[in-house]
């Protein structure tokens, strides 16, 4: 499996850790920057990339996922999400990591540098990366949802109970 990389400044140490130890585990890894340690750099120049890298083999019928690290790893989820056929997880935990894969079949996993140790943060990739989708309907109708409005920018329709308003669900 190929597995896309990104971050920023703060995200750089467990980058450069990632890329051994993805290539130890049997991965490939493709590096999509930054290279050196600059304080000023841009977390999405380097999210976008990855983002883009994963929808592009995907796209292909590659298996390809990503990971983008920065401080907390929110902006870097972010700018992930901004990627067409992107679904990217905050993980800050093995059951939020797992659950990224297991419900919404996320693509890309996003986590903290400064938030966990490099050994919390390696496992939570490890168990995003190896935690399979669970394909119940109720998670894919949901992704079907996030799909189209992806494509169309139309919204999904309001079910029956939203549609009756505060109070009207028949419990009074």
Known sequence: MRVHLGSDHAGLELKDHLMTWLVDHGYEPVDHGPFTYDAEDDYPVFCLRAGEAVAADRAEGLDSLGVVIG??????????????????????????????????????????????????????????????????????????????????????????SALRGPGQDGDA
């Open 71 to 160: 401080g907390s790893g929110n902006g870097e989820q972010i700018a992930a999400n901004k990627v067409t056929g992107i679904r990217c997880a905050l993980a800050w935990s093995e059951e939020t990591a797992a659950l990224g894969r297991q419900h919404n079949d996320a693509n890309v996993v996003s986590v903290g540098g400064r938030m966990h140790s490099v050994e919390d943060m390696t496992r939570f990739v490890e168990v995003f990366l190896t935690t399979p989708f669970s394909g119940e309907e109720r998670h894919a109708r949901r992704i079907g949802q996030l799909s189209v409005y992806d494509e169309t920018r139309e919204l999904p329709p309001l079910p029956e």
